[in-house]
């Protein structure tokens, strides 16, 4: 039982595979400047997107962030990662606000749950 | 240029797929007696897994972890599930330390890195 008052932390479930998830690791230079706002309105950009499963997102204290987003299928995802306003916020974060990052795309195989009783 | 005097951090580079990612996310109890110490021998234990290719990990401030580990193939991370310590730590998490999580295996097909010049 949680006697937590606020909303529960409810990550993203286990679908049956197959299914597609982007892992995206990314360590933050210190110009953040309009970095925040971007992830907010991508956050509510890519709920658009048919067959867009759900996202969760991580920091660490020293900079860096995991984002993983799932995906029905590679058309979903295709559809995101084009996405117009997507690029332009891909391009500003490569100039401003990423030291670096890796993306890794894959085909999920297996999943599995766990719920404490 | 980076000032910061502590190393840098650096996460899972982009490897040439095909090579496997297991996400688990986890909502921890208020319960964490032993658990940071278990995954910090965890985190030792995996990389002695022929095959293990190296593992991200960060936290939300409302209890929500992401790890992320990456393994050469399945027989890698196959050795990684069913490694008896990790089993008993497994089990403990569910027991404990846990009050739900999710657990994402998938096979990576495409991958790629930046880093700022």
Not at 72 to 88: C, F, G
């Amino acid at each position: 039982m949680s006697d937590h008052p606020e909303a529960p932390v409810t990550p993203v479930e286990a679908y049956e595979p197959p299914y597609c998830v982007a892992v995206f690791t990314a360590v933050r230079t210190e110009e953040q400047s309009g970095c925040s706002e971007t992830e907010a309105r991508m956050e509510d950009l890519v709920k658009n997107v048919p067959g867009f499963l759900g996202m969760d997102h991580a920091q660490t204290p020293d900079g860096l962030g995991i984002t993983v987003g799932y995906f029905r299928d590679a058309d979903a995802l295709t559809e995101w990662r084009t996405n117009a306003e997507h690029r332009a916020a891909q391009k500003r974060g490569q100039a401003e606000w990423y030291r670096s990052y890796t993306l890794h795309v894959a085909g999920v195989e297996r999943s599995h749950g766990f719920t404490r009783a």
